[in-house]
């Protein structure tokens, strides 16, 4: 089998997260449409089923937007030659001609048949992003707050999540996750205007849902309604419902993967 993986970004605002779901829209499965019908025209397929399975490199909830996503899928090196530059290229501009205008393909290049998407990556950066004053540009890609934050206890806050490794106190209830062990090395708020900031946060994996209650544990910490020591016992015991709430997923990025 021939290996290759896509990169390519989009705005979850109208997806009910990257994976396939039985009741409702998914970018896998938008993007799998896309190849599959790509492919069976740049190379000429008779067969009106041909049908291709992308494996990404991980999981969005709802809402959520990816500016850096990355995928794999496989064809059959029996049936199928190499795809070389040229041809990968001619195959990302079929691709972002049937695909929506919430969905673009930057790049496809052939690699390793051990590459994996999900689980050659090392690290993964998520942002989320905030500001404080009324901004209808701004409504459906960052939340606004009006809560007074103590950035600079918030990001001490951060220094103590770096030190931690498990996250249980930030995993979803009822999530399949087989550790809740996470490698975590940035987590930082950044200013990028008086009135708008993002947490920058890096792991080599992350949790359903961590993300998002990283930011809502952040929160009661920058409103002074728990401590730093308050935040060291949340993660020692691991208990969810001591943590913050989930924050919305419509401010949460994936900015890059790396491998």
Not at 61 to 80: I, T
Not at 123 to 134: G, S
Not at 190 to 214: C, D, E, G, H, K
Request: charged letters at 25%; aromatic letters at 12%; one cysteine or more.
């Amino acid at each position: 089998m021939h290996r290759y993986f896509i990169i390519f970004a989009y705005d979850g605002t109208n997806y009910h997260g990257w994976q396939i779901q039985p009741n409702g829209n998914s970018v896998q499965a938008e993007l799998q449409h896309a190849l599959a019908l790509s492919l069976r025209s740049f190379l000429l397929l008779k067969s009106n089923d041909f049908e291709i399975e992308v494996v990404g490199a991980g999981r969005t909830d709802a809402g959520v937007h990816a500016r850096q996503m990355a995928a794999h899928f496989e064809l059959s090196e029996e049936e199928f030659p190499l795809l070389d530059e040229s041809k990968c290229k001619q195959i990302v501009y079929r691709i972002n001609r049937i695909l929506p205008r919430d969905i673009s393909v930057s790049d496809v290049y052939p690699v390793e048949s051990d590459m994996h998407a999900r689980f050659s990556a090392k690290w993964r950066t998520y942002h989320y992003y905030i500001h404080t004053d009324k901004n209808p540009f701004l409504r459906f890609y960052s939340l606004e707050t009006h809560y007074p934050l103590d950035f600079d206890l918030m990001n001490e806050g951060g220094k103590i999540i770096m030190e931690h490794q498990d996250f249980a106190a930030f995993c979803k209830a009822g999530a399949d996750n087989k550790t809740t062990l996470c490698d975590v090395t940035e987590c930082k708020w950044v200013q990028t205007s008086p009135t708008s900031w993002y947490l920058t946060i890096t792991a080599n994996r992350f949790l359903r849902n961590m993300v998002r209650a990283v930011v809502g544990t952040l929160f009661l910490l920058g409103r002074h309604k728990i401590t730093l020591d308050d935040l060291r016992v949340i993660l020692h015991e691991g208990n969810r419902s001591k943590a913050g709430e989930s924050m919305p997923g419509n401010a949460l990025f994936l900015e890059k993967v790396e491998y």
